[in-house]
T-cell receptor
Framework: DAKTTQPNSMESNEEEPVHLPCNHS???????IHWYRQLPSQGPEYVIH???SNVNNRMASLAIAEDRKSSTLILHRATLRDAAVYYC?????????????FGQGTTLQVKP | GAGVSQSPRYKVAKRGQDVALRCDPI?????LFWYQQALGQGPEFLTY????????KSGLPSDRFFAERPEGSVSTLKIQRTQQEDSAVYLC??????????????FGEGSRLTVL
């Protein structure tokens, strides 16, 4: 399974933008880039996903490098409720189960 | 509508006991996944069902772990002769679609198993 590399932790101030980086240099052409986050004592929740083009939704934006070897999750205005572990995951589009393989993720702290 | 429901939320077992963890996925969801999450770690894949068929059980750590989804909806994860290293949160997730790179997984809140 393709692997991702993320910083262990990041800090942000409330109401400021946050850029969470992810490296995935071994990504294959059929891998989608998914982001999930996990709030304390909860199951992971979907944030966003993309293939090649940048994506926006109500929660966040996903910026994908042209060579697809890295991506950045952007929270436009962090709130205290955004404090969570953020996982960047490559998900296969063919063959197997489409299962998500989680890494260690980035623990985001948001300071008031 | 209801999300993914898991029960029990908390389970304490003595070493050697058998446990059963239940997952009620979102109605109509084809795919169902089980994950194990140790304290401070990311979730680790255990097994995958597409409807009632168990298509991937590569993540099950030993033959003490068994999962079923007999009618393609509710699933049960059974752990026989529990060991202390089985202590973890067991997460269930469901997805509307079958095997695909797109599509969102919906996770339950998990069942926290503590083996004494």
């Amino acid at each position: 399974d393709a692997k991702t590399t993320q910083p262990n932790s990041m800090e942000s101030n409330e109401e400021e933008p946050v850029h969470l980086p992810c490296n995935h240099s071994t990504i294959s052409g059929t891998d989608y880039i998914h982001w999930y986050r996990q709030l304390p004592s909860q199951g992971p929740e979907y944030v966003i996903h993309g293939l090649t083009s940048n994506v926006n939704n109500r929660m966040a934006s996903l910026a994908i490098a042209e060579d697809r070897k890295s991506s950045t999750l952007i929270l436009h205005r962090a709130t205290l409720r955004d404090a969570a572990v953020y996982y960047c995951i490559l998900r296969e589009d063919s063959g197997n189960t489409g299962k998500l393989i989680f890494g260690q993720g980035t623990t985001l702290q948001v300071k008031p | 509508g209801a999300g993914v429901s898991q029960s029990p939320r908390y389970k304490v077992a003595k070493r050697g006991q058998d446990v059963a963890l239940r997952c009620d996925p979102i109605s109509g969801h084809v795919s169902l996944f089980w994950y194990q999450q140790a304290l401070g770690q990311g979730p680790e894949f255990l097994t995958y069902f597409q409807n009632e068929a168990q298509l991937d059980k590569s993540g099950l750590p030993s033959d003490r772990f068994f999962a079923e989804r007999p009618e393609g909806s509710v699933s049960t994860l059974k752990i026989q002769r529990t060991q202390q290293e089985d202590s973890a949160v067991y997460l269930c997730a469901s997805s509307l679609s079958g095997r695909t790179g797109t599509g969102e997984l919906f996770f339950g809140e998990g069942s926290r198993l503590t083996v004494l």
